[in-house]
């Protein structure tokens, strides 16, 4: 074989495919006609995409005059508007209302006082009293008024001990107790260093009064700093008029500034004088709260509304009560559980601080004798299943459980409204035996008070004074009532109020510019 046919038969050899790597197809092709291995690629069109102008072809354009217009346009326009909204927000400003300042408000003008005269009767002792705190809180009281506590006889000036806490209410340490407690619950404590409190004259005489005055003098200073927030006493009048005044009230009140948290508190007691006396104590004693009886002494609204239209400008400094001065409860004059919710609804809304007894809150009935009522505990404490229940004395406990979220109701609303806390005070109506007023501070909800204690329906046409800058509304809605057919929030009209005997009403109604 030559060379030539030997170089054929090796082209032969590799055209030549291992069977083993033959195509599976029966001839040897694709499915598609083309050969096994062959790859199809598809090369994609040009796609077309944005560069944008260059910087060159930009600074062309917006040298352009079109465009050099349109910039000045939008941006004369930008400065216009907001020129515009600056002159806007200053009219605004200009022609709104301006807000009244705020009066100066101390801890005992912000709530409810709540006098505790007998902690055995009230608690067992000081140790219950710490221990009923929780509760007493509930009722938003923000200070309570202890005592008198001190050891004394009756009519006996050598016996008085204003340092010495009688061992039937407790121990200095358990009346420390209840002040920690109360002040990390917000509440301020009061004590009560009026001197002769079990005899027939608060300072034992007049010959007596200026060595007594400074005894307590002397006593304040000690119990201030121990941490109490205030000295109460009775019988303003008699300790005023002493010498030795002066260094009483400069013991409680001394060394006050504009800066301090919490100012210490002088309070005293008056009875059977009237109110222009009242206004004049206010003025010349320095006292930062006077108690006072006209509310229990005048059973008249012609006199109740008189008396408040000359304590009004003083409420900051007035304190108001049913029995409170006396340090009776407050069922002792109202006899119905309809009249003690009446009474609840006018002290809270009166101008000035609301002053309770202990057990005011639930109507408890006031001794037969000189001694204090025991408190009542077991008011939320149901019949067990099975028992045998007193009808009679269920209802009571239920009744009492109204009472006191009636009153709870009441000192949440006047927390929280300052036409209540500090506004103004208008008259409205009066009459023998029913009253009504407006309370109105700036341009917070207005609320108006109405009360018939009598024993028959009053129809009251309510209407302020031909000089008064208010205006009153044809109609306002009711926000708390006594009486079932003046039902929460309905529009009862002004000009014809019909309360029933024993009710009161509570209006509402808004501030309009």
Known sequence: MNK???????????NELDPEKQPMTGDGQAPSGEKNGSV?????????????LSKEELMQVAGTP???RTRWVLLILFWLGWVGMLAGAIVIIVQAPRCKPIPEMNWWNEGPLYQISDAEAFAGGLEGVENKLDSVNQLKVKGLVLGPLHTVQADRPSTLDLLEVTPSQGSQEALLGVLKKAHKKGISVVLDLTPNYLGADPWFSASTSGDVVEKVKAAAERWLDLGFDGIKISDLGAASSSVDWSLLQAAVQGNRTKDDDKKRALMGVVENVSAPEVLQLVNTTGV???????????????????DMDDLSAGQRSLGWGLGAAQKDQLSK????????RL??????????????????EIGLPAGPGPDSPKMLWDLDQEPAEGEVVDEVVEAQRKERQS?????????????????????????????SSSLAFLRVWDQSERYITAVNW???????????????????PAAAKVKLSTDEELSEDTLVALDKLTLRPGHAVLLQFSYKA
């Open 4 to 14: 030539d046919a030997e170089i054929d038969m090796k082209d032969v050899e590799l």
């Open 40 to 52: 199809k690629v598809k090369v994609p069109e040009d796609e077309v995409s944005f560069t944008g």
């Open 66 to 68: 079109g465009w050099v």
């Open 288 to 306: 930062d709260l006077v108690l006072s009886d006209l509310l229990s002494s005048k059973s008249g609204g012609v006199e109740r509304i008189r």
């Open 333 to 340: 004059r109202a006899v119905t559980a309809a009249l003690i």
């Open 343 to 360: 009474y609840q609804l006018l002290l809270f809304t009166m101008p000035g601080t609301p002053v309770f007894s202990y057990g005011d």
């Open 403 to 431: 009472l006191r979220a009636w009153f709870i109701s009441l000192s949440d609303l006047r927390g929280k409204e300052r036409s209540l806390l500090h506004g103004n005070y208008h008259p409205l109506h009066s009459s």
């Open 454 to 472: 009598g024993a028959a329906p009053e129809t009251m046409a309510l209407k302020l004074a031909p000089m008064e800058e208010l205006e009153l």
